[in-house]
């Protein structure tokens, strides 16, 4: 069996696929595509790929819809590239499930370091996942509940703890603002986003050495947040 990271191009559009399949065949990854949702679908339970990168505009059926029957059965990283780049098309994508958005065109590199990113949770998601996340001079002990900064350990209240474990857990993946009220908060205050702006601006303080800049959590307008980490 191939060693290859294998990635699953699901986009109706040919020079798209050849684009991403010369960009990705070349930089070491195998690449399978499909140019319907009903296709891609099938190939993904059939091949099992690392990563899944789903066009939104498919002629059978809407990504979302992709993007949600996909999440019935897999947690494989979903990467969305699309020509759609309003804060509701990428909110909805990534309220199904999505773990990335990408808008057309998009840059060879900034691709590659997306791809690269959801390769990372892909292995997780086959194995243990890490219990220390590290991001630059910050340690996140998820086992032992302990947050530190160089050797520093940093107390946060046990919101403020579950927010940042939550976003850590994922690192690099966006989360939307409703991913994150449901999962810290619970389904009840899903729209309360000003309970999230409180706490971020409580957490960034306390991690960031500008909270105006922030290093760790950084923010997704009109979206979410993505926490950044060594890898």
Known sequence: MSNEPHILVIDDEPQIQRAIRTILTEKGFKVTTASRGEEGLTLAATNEPDIIIL???????????????LREWTQTPIIILSVRDSERDKVAALDKGADDYLTKPFGIEELLARVRVALRHSTRAQGAQSKVIKAGTLTIDLAWHIVKLGEEEIKLTGTEYKLLAYLAANHGRVLTHQNILTEVWGPADADHTEYLRVYMRQLRKKLEADP?????????????????SDG
């Open 55 to 69: 066009d939104l505009g498919l002629p059978d059926m809407d990504g979302v819809e992709v993007c949600t029957r």
């Open 212 to 228: 105006e800049r922030p290093q760790f959590i950084l923010t997704e307008p009109g979206i979410g947040y993505r926490f950044i």
